[in-house]
Antibody, heavy 120, light 106 residues
Framework: QVQLVQSGAEVKKPGASVRVSCRASGYTLTDFGLHWVRQAPGQSLEWVGWINGGNDNIKYSESLRGRVTLSRDTSASTDYLELSSLTSEDTAVYYC?????????????WGQGTLVTVSS | EVVLTQSPDFQSVTPKEKVTITCRASQNIGTALHWYQQKPDQSPKLLIKFASQSISGVPSRFSGSGFGTDFTLTINSLEAEDAAAYYCHQSSHLPITFGGGTKVEI
């Protein structure tokens, strides 16, 4: 069965960077796009970025551009999100979610979420 | 960016009631609109894809409709386990965007 398993919670100081991993099983990573979405406490969902199934196209949220990097290790079936220059505004649960097609579409499977807390 | 406006923000209902949640897009997105349910401390779960397509394992009391800019999620005969937040999401244009959410309280 399809599963997305994310790395554990992180606590970071302002100005630091964080890397969150998302390991896929039950399907081939390059057959589907993957989105990253975050949710601040008590808030709605916010798109962070996307990598398509073919590994040849990555898009980022304009509000995070310059601070966010998505990458993929196909051999490990794992995607990574790195966010730098953290502020308290980045405190949120970060989710990876599989798209229903090689590009985008509905988000049919989600990771369990990774809480990133930014605090001095 | 496509803005999705959901209403209502909050709805308090009793079991067996019918619930209707609307999602309005700021531009035509065809049927590229999806609905999710999120319970406290859980990841969102896909309920309806492409406006009206059902998802295997999701109870048949959940249904969706709409095209273009106006969409509706309907929960027929609400059950206690349906207490959750509901979000719409559009995949027509990047950036993908989400509605502000509707919290349904039983």
């Amino acid at each position: 069965q399809v599963q997305l398993v994310q790395s554990g919670a992180e606590v970071k100081k302002p100005g630091a960077s964080v890397r969150v991993s998302c390991r896929a099983s039950g399907y081939t990573l390059t057959d589907f796009g993957l989105h990253w979405v975050r949710q601040a406490p008590g808030q709605s969902l916010e798109w962070v970025g996307w990598i398509n199934g073919g590994n040849d196209n990555i898009k980022y949220s304009e509000s995070l551009r310059g601070r966010v990097t998505l990458s993929r290790d196909t051999s490990a079936s794992t995607d990574y999100l790195e966010l730098s220059s953290l502020t308290s505004e980045d405190t949120a649960v970060y989710y990876c979610a599989r798209a229903s097609t090689v590009t985008t579409g509905s988000l049919d499977f989600w990771g369990q979420g990774t809480l990133v807390t930014v605090s001095s | 960016e496509v803005v999705l406006t959901q209403s209502p923000d909050f709805q308090s209902v009793t079991p067996k009631e019918k619930v209707t949640i609307t999602c309005r897009a700021s531009q035509n997105i065809g049927t590229a609109l999806h609905w999710y349910q999120q319970k406290p401390d859980q990841s969102p779960k896909l309920l309806i894809k492409f406006a009206s397509q059902s998802i295997s394992g999701v109870p048949s009391r959940f249904s969706g409709s709409g095209f273009g800019t106006d969409f509706t999620l309907t929960i027929n005969s609400l059950e206690a386990e349906d207490a959750a937040a509901y979000y719409c999401h559009q995949s027509s244009h990047l950036p993908i965007t989400f509605g502000g959410g509707t919290k349904v309280e039983i």
